[in-house]
């Protein structure tokens, strides 16, 4: 499972990446209004900062609108994917962009039904939102693995990409369940290489080195 940033963040992708581990990066427009700035300008940066897929979303509510926008965004950088939102006019621009080599991500997916119709028009990505769900007083996780089970039987192409991640139990869950990407916001992602025993392990063996080269100090006088 590919982990992808959710954020439009330059430094928190810069962080992130130092790690070795960033394969992506996820955006909307609720994110790049955060970094008050240009927001071409700002796509245009994440995207060059970022050695991998980068989702771009449209804002436009008609089919031909939303096409026109996908095809603009498209042309921001190589690695632009466009975000197309889960209504019939998204899913019609989504298809028309797909015949044009454009690269889909079908956001907001909320059930399985959903996901097969973003399969169906070839969307490279369809983004199920569990957070969301568990906040609605569903199960997201099993939205997630009905997906995940339903494209491996039919052998759709599409990647399913586990999105509106809470903590890092959503991602380990989501890589049991087969998702093919899991995004998250900085926060969860720095969590994820956080364990207590951890800093408790490290904090013997400093303590325990310090000790012998005190040893081997006193020792050589």
């Given amino acids: 499972m590919k982990l992808f940033l959710d954020t439009a963040n330059l430094e928190e992708i810069r962080a992130i990446k130092r ?6 990066c996820t955006t909307n427009p609720s994110l790049l209004a955060k970094e008050h ?6 796509m245009k940066e994440v995207c060059a900062e970022v050695d991998g897929p980068v ?12 096409y026109e926008e996908g095809m603009k965004l498209a042309g921001v950088a190589p690695n632009a994917v466009v975000k197309v939102v889960m209504t019939p006019d998204g899913l019609e621009a989504g298809k028309r962009l797909v015949e044009q080599d454009v690269p889909v991500n ?6 399985p039904a959903q996901a097969i119709l973003a399969a169906e028009i070839g969307a490279t990505y369809v983004s199920p939102f569990l957070g969301r769900l568990d906040d609605a007083g569903a199960d997201g996780m099993h939205v997630l693995r009905d997906i995940c089970e339903i494209f491996e039987v039919q052998g759709y192409q599409t990647q399913v990409l586990a999105a509106s991640l809470r903590h890092p139990m959503h991602v380990v869950e989501a890589a049991l369940s087969g998702a093919d ?8 992602f720095t969590l994820l290489v956080k364990h207590p025993l951890t800093d408790l392990g490290l904090e013997k063996f400093d303590n325990d080195w310090k000790k012998l080269q ?6 050589a006088r």
Avoid: H, N, R
């Fill in 106 to 111: 079908v956001t907001l997916t909320f059930s």
């Fill in 55 to 66: 989702s771009l979303e449209t804002t436009e509510k008609s089919a031909e609108a939303i």
């Fill in 214 to 219: 005190k040893e081997l100090k006193e020792g």
């Fill in 181 to 188: 990407v899991a995004t998250m916001p900085y926060d969860v």
């Fill in 19 to 24: 790690w070795g581990v960033l394969s992506g």
């Fill in 37 to 42: 700035s240009d927001w071409e300008v700002q």
